[in-house]
């Protein structure tokens, strides 16, 4: 099997949603630390991470169910680390 790192999957990395307060300021270069991923879903990966005090969402649409549990995996196994730092992991590809 091929291998492939995450940040080389079309899309990655995600970009951070959800709700906000006013000012807020968001993660423009994958700086905010992962600190929870929540159950996969199909092919989508939501992990939540932390950035300037605040929670940023994110959310991933894998092309298949197997890469979707390998990212799954491998966001779960590395908690506090950034989402940049999380590109660098390899998966197999497709």
């Known amino acids: 099997m091929k ?3 995450l ?10 949603g959800g709700a906000y307060k006013s ?4 993660p423009t270069a994958g700086e905010a630390v992962v600190d929870d991923v929540l159950p ?9 991470a932390q ?3 605040a929670p940023h969402s994110y959310h991933y649409y ?8 390998q990212i799954h ?12 730092e ?5 998966i197999e590809a497709d």
């Not at 940040?7 to 951070?16: A, N, T, V």
């Open 51 to 53: 950035y300037d005090d």
């Open 23 to 26: 000012g807020t300021r968001f």
């Open 73 to 84: 995996n491998v966001v779960a196994a590395n908690m506090g680390k950034t989402v940049a």
């Open 3 to 5: 291998k492939i790192r």
């Open 40 to 48: 996969l879903d199909g092919t989508s990966i939501t992990f939540r």
């Open 7 to 16: 940040r080389d999957l079309p899309d990655w990395p995600p970009q951070p």
């Open 62 to 69: 894998a092309s298949s169910e197997k890469i979707a549990n």
């Open 86 to 90: 999380l590109g660098e992991f390899e």
